[in-house]
């Protein structure tokens, strides 16, 4: 379906889930600087939370998120404590004026907490936001969900709600340390349906250790029979020098970079032709998803979670490792538990990395977000023009883009390219080789 052109997809690159990305981070450097952040929002605005549970009950071999084994009952209790406490901490800064339309629990695995544990979470959060009308969606392991836990989800009000899926291909779970049936994502589904969850997302990937295009194709039928609202279908990032976890897999059979092409392309098509709407260059959506309706209106948008409909430039991470976003800095909590629980203790907030956005970066980010949520972008009023013409030249001859009067149109067939074409807006990445995954 699209042109393979393998020299445009050589050079790692960015997911973009920020701007500037997490490479950019530096240590803060002074303090109280999320408490001052926080304290700055204006009354009256709508702002968004993210609260991080960096615990599962099994550590699938691919993962590349921070998370450890939730085996130890009283580390995991003081884990819980400390993040009702930040809390408090956060809501006190806040005025009653403020209101959250967004709360997203993510990880990890939340539900590898109990689901009184939960409960105890929603209850704060209730008693230090203003959250009434707030839409919560939460990360679940499949493999540990179970009627308990839906019956808790429907009773806190959640909205929205995304399985690790990744494969239905037996052989590969195996391979990749998750071993989940066809009958216990069917299962959990006919729960979360049964308990008023109205939205769910799937997310997949292909090019891992062992997968074939069949594999991939296969469980894309499989996805379609089940037929979530939303699907994040991700090329795996294999990253074996930064993620040990990744050393454990068989990974004698890997795709090549063609063969992930393929897989791209396969899973795209297949999706569309079974009436997924595309959404940037891996997300999916039905037409009636409030995902699909946003992206229809030009109103999609990047963060850490990937494509949101969620416009607030405030969002608001507990949790060791959670990432805060200001209109002028993003702002990540510290990333060792002990040392996040130890500050929280003491009443303080924790971020210890983060980046200052200059007017500069704003104006990179503008065009970076264009390009992966509409296609297009207008880059008339950037410094070195010429530059920017010459390094867009290979796309444009190549039909991927078409350039009139300081404005770039990405054609469809640009899709798998969305990614680098982002990156020659970004000067960081100008001279930066970075540890970044594969652009396909």
Same mark, same amino acid.
Not at 46 to 75: F, M, V, W
Not at 208 to 213: E, F, K
Not at 280 to 290: E, N, S, V
Not at 396 to 415: F, K, V, Y
């Given at each position: 379906?699209?042109?393979?052109?393998?020299?445009?997809?050589?050079?790692?690159?960015?997911?973009?889930?920020?701007?500037?990305?997490?490479?950019?981070?530096?240590?803060?450097? *002074?303090?109280?600087?999320? *408490?001052?952040?926080?304290?700055?929002?204006?009354?009256?605005?709508?702002?968004?939370?993210?609260?991080?549970?960096?615990?599962?009950?099994?550590?699938?071999? =691919?993962?590349?998120?921070?998370?450890?084994? &939730?085996?130890?009952?009283?580390?995991?209790?003081?884990?819980?404590?400390?993040?009702?406490?930040?809390?408090?901490?956060?809501?006190?800064?806040?005025?009653?004026?403020?209101?959250?339309?967004?709360?997203?629990?993510?990880?990890?695995?939340?539900?590898?907490?109990?689901?009184?544990?939960?409960?105890?979470?929603? &209850?704060?959060?209730?008693?230090?936001?203003?959250?009434?009308?707030?839409?919560?969606?939460? *990360?679940?392991?499949?493999?540990?969900?179970?009627?308990?836990?839906?019956?808790?989800?429907?009773?806190?009000?959640?909205?929205?709600?995304?399985? /690790?899926?990744?494969?239905?291909?037996? *052989?590969?779970?195996?391979?990749?340390?998750?071993?989940?049936?066809?009958?216990?994502?069917?299962?959990?589904?006919?729960?979360?349906?049964?308990?008023?969850?109205?939205?769910?997302?799937?997310?997949?990937?292909?090019?891992?250790? /062992?997968?074939?295009?069949?594999?991939?194709?296969?469980?894309?039928?499989?996805?379609?029979?089940?037929?979530?609202?939303?699907?994040?279908?991700?090329?795996?990032?294999?990253?074996?020098?930064?993620?040990?976890?990744?050393?454990?897999?068989?990974?004698?059979?890997?795709?090549?970079?063609?063969?992930?092409?393929?897989?791209?392309?396969?899973?795209?098509?297949?999706?569309?032709?079974?009436?997924?709407?595309?959404?940037?260059?891996?997300?999916? &959506?039905?037409?009636?998803?409030?995902?699909?309706?946003?992206?229809?209106?030009?109103?999609?948008?990047?963060?850490?979670?990937?494509?949101?409909?969620?416009?607030?430039?405030?969002?608001?991470?507990?949790?060791?490792?959670?990432?805060?976003?200001?209109?002028?800095?993003?702002?990540?909590?510290?990333?060792?538990?002990?040392?996040?629980?130890?500050?929280?203790?003491?009443?303080?907030?924790?971020?210890?990395?983060?980046?200052?956005?200059?007017?500069?970066?704003?104006?990179?980010?503008?065009?970076?977000?264009?390009?992966?949520?509409? /296609?297009?972008?207008?880059?008339?009023?950037?410094?070195?023009?010429?530059? =920017?013409?010459?390094?867009? &030249?290979?796309?444009?001859?190549? /039909?991927?883009?078409?350039?009139?009067?300081?404005?770039?149109?990405?054609?469809?067939?640009?899709?798998?390219?969305?990614?680098?074409?982002?990156?020659?807006?970004?000067?960081?990445?100008?001279?930066?080789?970075?540890?970044?995954?594969?652009?396909?």
């Amino acid at each position: 379906m699209w042109p393979y052109h393998p020299d445009l997809l050589r050079r790692p690159v960015p997911r973009y889930t920020s701007y500037p990305t997490a490479a950019e981070f530096r240590p803060v450097g *002074e303090d109280h600087v999320l *408490e001052n952040a926080v304290a700055a929002i204006p009354e009256g605005a709508e702002i968004s939370l993210y609260l991080h549970i960096p615990y599962c009950n099994t550590i699938c071999h =691919y993962c590349a998120c921070n998370t450890g084994r &939730a085996n130890r009952q009283k580390r995991l209790q003081a884990y819980i404590d400390a993040l009702l406490a930040e809390i408090r901490i956060m809501g006190e800064l806040l005025t009653s004026k403020h209101v959250v339309k967004r709360i997203a629990f993510g990880g990890g695995s939340p539900n590898a907490i109990s689901t009184q544990e939960f409960a105890h979470l929603i &209850a704060a959060l209730k008693d230090s936001f203003h959250v009434d009308r707030a839409e919560i969606s939460v *990360e679940l392991d499949p493999r540990d969900f179970d009627g308990e836990w839906a019956a808790m989800l429907g009773q806190s009000g959640v909205t929205h709600a995304s399985m /690790g899926v990744q494969t239905f291909s037996a *052989e590969v779970q195996q391979v990749i340390g998750r071993v989940q049936p066809y009958e216990t994502i069917a299962s959990a589904m006919s729960q979360l349906r049964a308990h008023g969850v109205q939205s769910i997302n799937f997310d997949m990937m292909y090019g891992l250790p /062992g997968q074939t295009g069949q594999d991939l194709s296969d469980s894309l039928d499989k996805t379609i029979e089940l037929r979530p609202e939303r699907i994040a279908l991700f090329g795996y990032a294999h990253l074996p020098q930064r993620i040990a976890r990744q050393r454990r897999m068989d990974t004698s059979i890997m795709a090549n970079q063609l063969q992930r092409f393929a897989m791209s392309s396969l899973g795209y098509q297949t999706l569309v032709r079974a009436g997924y709407e595309a959404i940037g260059f891996d997300h999916f &959506a039905l037409p009636d998803d409030p995902m699909a309706v946003a992206a229809r209106a030009g109103e999609v948008s990047r963060n850490f979670q990937g494509y949101t409909h969620d416009p607030s430039p405030w969002l608001l991470g507990m949790g060791a490792t959670a990432i805060s976003l200001f209109p002028d800095r993003i702002l990540q909590n510290e990333k060792n538990v002990g040392a996040w629980r130890n500050a929280v203790s003491t009443g303080r907030l924790t971020a210890s990395l983060g980046v200052h956005r200059t007017s500069r970066d704003e104006a990179h980010r503008q065009i970076i977000e264009d390009i992966l949520c509409r /296609g297009e972008a207008e880059i008339g009023g950037l410094d070195g023009a010429e530059t =920017y013409a010459e390094r867009l &030249a290979s796309f444009e001859q190549r /039909g991927l883009i078409e350039r009139d009067d300081g404005h770039i149109t990405c054609t469809d067939s640009a899709t798998p390219y969305l990614r680098t074409i982002a990156a020659i807006f970004d000067p960081y990445r100008h001279n930066s080789k970075g540890g970044f995954s594969s652009a396909i």
